[in-house]
């Protein structure tokens, strides 16, 4: 609980907005919150799979800028790369609210927000922004994780190279008016979904499961997550 609050007194004393909201910047000011970033990490020298969702820079807008800036996202240090001057490598981390929309066909919409973490401790993450609503809004968080070689224990074994691993993609939400200053993270295991959906929750598991619904289903959970805003 002590930790709990330290980190929500950190974070408003710092001046950082728990639920993200559009921030107001221009080139210099984002060049000002940046910091360069070194892609010839010797600690990712010859690992196999990428630490980036696509390494293809795209075309992105950033915030309010007007300007379009080359961006990817390393999912595995939770940064936003872009090129400064179509050369120089960037970065933007998650403490500083920002919103980033990718320009080409995907059109897909990046935040940064606040979570709580598998420790109980508030945490600022980029994640990306599936839909909004009247009642509420649903975002993903794109999970990948570096595993160090292992050399191998013994002749009958072969030594296992070091890689980028993907991980299961999470689910938040941020209800409308809740009063909470972090988004939900909308739990797979139906014992913790019994609590999240409260005294709803019969009629909740009662109707995903007569439509044939999954909660890891991003289509499908978007329905169970409509049933539920309309009925509460």
Do not use: W
């Not at 940046?34 to 915030?63: H, W």
């Not at 790369?81 to 919103?99: C, L």
């Not at 007569?210 to 049933?227: A, T």
């Amino acid at each position: 609980m002590k930790s709990f609050c330290y980190t929500l007194l950190f974070l408003v004393l710092t001046g950082i907005s728990l639920k993200a909201q559009n921030l107001q910047v221009d080139d210099t000011s984002l060049y000002e919150v940046s910091f360069f970033v070194d892609v010839n990490n010797p600690k990712y020298k010859n690992v196999e799979g990428s630490k980036y969702i696509d390494e293809t820079f795209v075309p992105a807008k950033i915030n309010n800028l007007n300007k379009l800036y080359p961006v990817r996202f390393d999912v595995v240090n939770n940064v936003m790369e872009f090129k400064e001057n179509n050369q120089e490598i960037r970065g933007v981390s998650p403490t500083r609210d920002h919103r980033i929309v990718l320009s080409n066909r995907t059109k897909t919409v990046f935040v940064s927000n606040t979570i709580m973490n598998e420790a109980g401790n508030l945490q600022r993450v980029f994640l990306e922004e599936i839909l909004v609503k009247k009642a509420y809004t649903l975002y993903t968080r794109k999970r990948k994780q570096f595993q160090a070689a292992k050399p191998a224990k013994s002749g009958y074994e072969s030594a296992i190279p070091a890689a980028f691993k993907e991980q299961n993609d999470s689910y938040y939400i941020d209800f409308v008016n809740d009063n909470i200053e972090h988004l939900l993270q909308i739990p797979k295991s139906k014992k913790k979904l019994k609590t999240f959906f409260g005294a709803l929750s019969p009629e909740v598991i009662k109707f995903a499961k007569k439509e044939g619904l999954k909660f890891d289903s991003q289509e499908d959970l978007i329905k169970i997550m409509d049933y539920y805003t309309e009925n509460r």
